[in-house]
């Protein structure tokens, strides 16, 4: 189940003062993102890609944390009876389904650690999951940035970044840039303001 676009816009509207920082416009840029591919996907619901993209972070409304926003996001769509976003909070930082390639602090408890770890291992990804991880690797608060300076900007902050992971999101590229038969960039480049940027800080 999912909100509507409007009760999905509201949603993080509200949430961004509990946490005032980029992750409000990074989340709108990467649905827009996503409406837009999805839009040149065949069988793909733009509305339902929108709406999964402004979501995709909203476990960051509770405070400045790394890995603990997925539970921490997952946990309130649940109680929203939204599980569609809730599966989207979680997949959306695993592209390899590798709880370890995380980047970031680990800064769960036992039980959010756990939480992850069993709604992981029983998910088969879709075109939804592989479309918002695709997006939240491009889009940046004031627009979409180049994929590739963006893992180099998180390797260089934190000293490694999972060659599997970087495999994984140019694997994505490719996938998306396939169903499309057109470039990702000249896809989403409507997605983004005039002004880009690539100082981009969270994860």
Same mark, same amino acid.
């Given at each position: ?7 999905? *816009? ?12 980029? %992750?409000? /416009?990074? #989340?709108? !840029?990467?649905?827009?993102?996503? *409406? ?17 993209? $402004? ?11 790394? $890995?603990?926003? !997925? ?7 649940? #109680? ?12 959306? #930082? ?8 995380? !980047? ?8 959010? %650690? ?19 991880? $695709? ?10 940035? /180049?994929?590739?300076?963006?893992? /180099? ?12 992971? %970087? ?19 000249? !896809? ?5 303001? *005039?002004?880009?940027? #690539? ?5």
């Amino acid at each position: 189940m999912l909100p509507s676009r409007d009760e999905a *816009e509201r949603i993080l509207r509200e949430a961004e003062p509990c946490n005032p920082g980029p %992750w409000g /416009n990074h #989340s709108r !840029v990467a649905a827009r993102c996503a *409406e837009k591919i999805a839009q040149n996907c065949a069988g793909m619901d733009s509305d339902k890609a929108y709406i999964l993209g $402004l979501l995709h972070d909203i476990g960051r409304k509770f405070g400045v944390r790394h $890995l603990g926003h !997925v539970s921490n996001g997952y946990q309130y769509m649940m #109680s929203l009876g939204y599980d569609e976003a809730a599966r989207i909070c979680i997949s959306h #930082s695993f592209s390899t389904k590798h709880l370890d390639d995380y !980047v970031g602090n680990r800064d769960t408890s036992p039980e959010e %650690w756990n939480l992850i770890l069993s709604q992981l291992e029983g998910m088969e990804y879709d075109d939804y999951d592989r479309l918002i991880q $695709l997006c939240d690797a491009i889009a940046g608060a004031e627009g979409v940035l /180049n994929m590739e300076e963006r893992m /180099n900007d998180v390797r260089r902050r934190y000293g490694f970044y999972p060659p599997e992971k %970087w495999e994984s999101n140019f694997r994505l590229k490719r996938y998306f840039e396939s169903k499309m038969g057109r470039n990702l960039y000249d !896809v989403v480049r409507e997605a983004s303001p *005039e002004k880009q940027t #690539s100082d981009f800080h969270f994860i």
